[in-house]
């Protein structure tokens, strides 16, 4: 794959995602270097050039498969505000001198098209903007002309994007050598992207007011997934709106938790301090563990307040035991119906198994309970906190993922073994990951690593660290740390 702009706020996304499907990856740029060393990146070839360079650009297409052209800038000389990009491009370019909207985004790629005229129907993505549809709306079109009365930059940046398009998509002289594919993303953002972000919110209200006029925006990864998506599907053609954008990104990307996802959770464990973050002190005292799988067997799903509560317990006392997620539309509510049936009871959650022992209420799984002599203190038990902790994370707008909370997406590639996570219950990176443990329905062993356990050293000599959560999957001989990571290894794997 070919990605001219490649080092830009999109651009670097578009690799991204191609580099984690296994694809061959060149760049061209003006500055031709890895925005982003020491990640996925590495593996991109980053070549330095001008997008007008005829010959190089000739030699680059005649070795790639497809193209995807995303150069463009915000603010060009034209507008007064060409230094302004350092802040609004999101990659901290600043256009070089004359560079102006026909220069940049149309001559570049005319350049690119006409390298491509000796190869035989190769993808060629042209990333164009979705107000470019304004011309065929009412509302929009009374918008870009009172921008344009008052000189506003909106209009011409319209302007060049649309003459590719019409070039691309001129059935009496259709461009040679290529398939051509015009992805219109509306405004694309990412929580670090500050001076978008304020306007997030608001458009995405005129996107529920007027969708034919403002579409909907979408994070900057998100589009990067769709993007290498198109290129990927044989049938892609034509052009591709931001709503197809958005339903064509992988649920991995979408899941990805990001510095909100990490903010909300955040939020939810401070709610709840000190408990789920330490163990007990005598814990040295208690019975140990046997060295096999969990036999402790926690029915629960991450939203549930109640369920906290038992996490809570479960780190204060060093326990491991063994996870099964039981979301709304779960395959293993099945279960512990039948087991309530047989009890005479309604199915509620938690449910926990202890060999003989089967108990459906929270109050029932407290420390005083079980055969240590460790008592755990009262406000473990308070359902006021907990419920404000789930609160914290139930449908925050923002948020990439859906709180993990009570719903479940059951997997169409279930895993054969096991997986263990290593975590405790109040560290907000671990429940962003156990969050997408309950969406995919994956029963997995947790294995408590609050502060004063000893199965942090077991820890640090898988990671070299003790800090969670850190997941070992079995299945696929995967050790890693790092929440994000983690949540978007899970879908690509499992979903």
Same mark, same amino acid.
């Given at each position: 794959?070919?990605?001219?702009?490649?080092?830009?706020?999109?651009?670097?996304?578009?690799?991204?995602?191609?580099?984690?499907?296994?694809?061959?990856?060149?760049?061209?740029?003006?500055?031709?270097?890895?925005?982003?060393?020491?990640?996925?990146?590495?593996?991109?070839?980053?070549?330095?050039?001008?997008?007008?360079?005829?010959?190089?650009?000739?030699?680059?297409?005649?070795?790639?498969?497809?193209?995807?052209?995303?150069?463009?800038?915000?603010?060009?000389?034209?507008?007064?505000? &060409?230094?302004?990009?350092?802040?609004?491009?999101?990659?901290?370019?600043?256009?070089?001198?004359?560079?102006?909207?026909?220069?940049?985004?149309?001559?570049?790629?005319?350049?690119?098209? #006409?390298?491509?005229?000796?190869?035989?129907?190769?993808?060629?993505?042209?990333?164009?903007?979705?107000?470019?549809?304004?011309?065929?709306?009412?509302?929009?079109? &009374?918008?870009?002309?009172?921008?344009? &009365?008052?000189?506003?930059?909106?209009?011409?940046?319209?302007?060049?994007?649309?003459?590719? #398009? #019409?070039?691309?998509?001129?059935?009496?002289?259709?461009?040679?050598?290529?398939?051509?594919?015009?992805?219109?993303?509306?405004?694309?953002?990412?929580?670090?992207?500050?001076?978008?972000?304020?306007?997030?919110?608001?458009?995405?209200?005129?996107?529920?007011?007027?969708?034919?006029?403002?579409?909907?925006?979408?994070?900057?990864?998100?589009?990067?997934?769709?993007?290498?998506?198109?290129?990927?599907?044989?049938?892609?053609?034509?052009?591709?709106?931001?709503?197809?954008?958005?339903?064509?990104?992988?649920?991995?990307?979408?899941?990805?938790?990001?510095?909100?996802?990490?903010?909300?959770?955040?939020?939810?464990?401070?709610?709840?301090?000190?408990?789920?973050?330490?163990?007990?002190?005598?814990?040295?005292?208690?019975?140990?563990?046997?060295?096999?799988?969990?036999?402790?067997?926690?029915?629960?799903?991450?939203?549930?307040?109640?369920?906290?509560?038992?996490?809570?317990?479960?780190?204060?006392?060093?326990?491991?035991?063994?996870?099964?997620?039981?979301?709304?539309?779960?395959?293993?509510?099945?279960?512990?119906?039948?087991?309530?049936?047989?009890?005479?009871?309604?199915?509620?959650?938690?449910?926990?198994?202890?060999?003989?022992?089967?108990?459906?209420?929270?109050?029932?799984?407290?420390?005083?309970?079980?055969?240590?002599?460790?008592?755990?203190?009262?406000?473990?038990?308070?359902?006021?906190?907990?419920?404000?902790?789930?609160?914290?994370?139930?449908?925050?707008?923002?948020?990439?993922?859906?709180?993990?909370?009570?719903?479940?997406?059951?997997?169409?590639?279930?895993?054969?073994?096991?997986?263990?996570?290593?975590?405790?219950?109040?560290?907000?990176?671990?429940?962003?990951?156990?969050?997408?443990?309950?969406?995919?329905?994956?029963?997995?062993?947790?294995?408590?690593?609050?502060?004063?356990?000893?199965?942090?050293?077991?820890?640090?000599?898988?990671?070299? &660290?003790?800090?969670?959560?850190?997941?070992?999957?079995?299945?696929?001989?995967?050790?890693?740390?790092?929440?994000?990571?983690?949540? #978007?290894?899970?879908?690509?794997?499992?979903?």
């Amino acid at each position: 794959l070919l990605v001219a702009g490649g080092s830009g706020y999109l651009g670097r996304q578009v690799c991204k995602e191609a580099v984690t499907r296994g694809w061959e990856v060149t760049s061209l740029s003006r500055r031709g270097k890895n925005p982003r060393p020491g990640t996925c990146l590495d593996k991109v070839n980053w070549v330095k050039g001008s997008g007008t360079d005829a010959e190089l650009l000739r030699r680059l297409v005649g070795e790639s498969d497809a193209v995807v052209h995303s150069i463009g800038l915000l603010l060009d000389e034209s507008s007064g505000l &060409k230094n302004l990009n350092f802040i609004t491009s999101g990659s901290g370019s600043v256009p070089g001198k004359g560079a102006t909207y026909d220069s940049e985004m149309r001559g570049t790629a005319m350049a690119l098209l #006409e390298a491509a005229t000796s190869s035989t129907n190769v993808p060629f993505v042209f990333v164009s903007a979705a107000e470019a549809g304004w011309k065929d709306d009412s509302l929009g079109s &009374k918008i870009e002309a009172f921008m344009d &009365k008052r000189g506003f930059f909106l209009p011409r940046y319209l302007t060049a994007k649309r003459a590719v #398009e #019409e070039t691309l998509m001129s059935t009496s002289a259709p461009p040679a050598g290529v398939k051509p594919i015009i992805a219109r993303p509306s405004f694309m953002y990412s929580p670090t992207k500050l001076d978008i972000l304020p306007l997030i919110p608001v458009w995405t209200i005129l996107n529920k007011l007027k969708p034919s006029t403002f579409a909907p925006p979408l994070r900057v990864e998100v589009a990067g997934s769709a993007i290498v998506d198109l290129v990927a599907d044989v049938s892609a053609s034509g052009v591709v709106t931001s709503s197809e954008l958005r339903d064509r990104a992988l649920l991995a990307v979408k899941r990805r938790p990001d510095e909100l996802d990490t903010l909300t959770s955040g939020l939810a464990s401070i709610s709840r301090l000190p408990f789920g973050t330490t163990v007990v002190e005598n814990v040295a005292d208690l019975p140990p563990q046997p060295d096999e799988p969990a036999a402790l067997r926690l029915y629960e799903f991450e939203g549930c307040p109640f369920c906290r509560r038992v996490r809570e317990v479960m780190t204060y006392l060093d326990l491991k035991y063994t996870v099964v997620p039981s979301g709304r539309g779960s395959s293993n509510r099945e279960y512990v119906n039948k087991v309530a049936s047989l009890k005479g009871k309604k199915a509620t959650y938690p449910y926990f198994e202890d060999g003989e022992v089967m108990l459906f209420e929270s109050e029932d799984k407290s420390p005083t309970s079980s055969p240590s002599k460790a008592a755990a203190p009262r406000s473990l038990h308070p359902q006021t906190t907990s419920s404000l902790a789930r609160s914290s994370r139930a449908g925050f707008p923002l948020s990439s993922a859906s709180a993990g909370a009570a719903q479940s997406s059951p997997t169409s590639k279930p895993a054969s073994k096991q997986l263990v996570l290593y975590d405790y219950e109040g560290n907000q990176f671990s429940r962003l990951v156990r969050e997408a443990l309950t969406e995919l329905d994956l029963t997995y062993e947790i294995r408590s690593a609050g502060k004063g356990s000893g199965r942090r050293e077991e820890l640090k000599g898988l990671s070299g &660290k003790t800090t969670v959560p850190y997941l070992v999957d079995p299945n696929t001989d995967v050790q890693m740390g790092q929440s994000a990571d983690i949540v #978007e290894y899970l879908y690509r794997t499992y979903s």
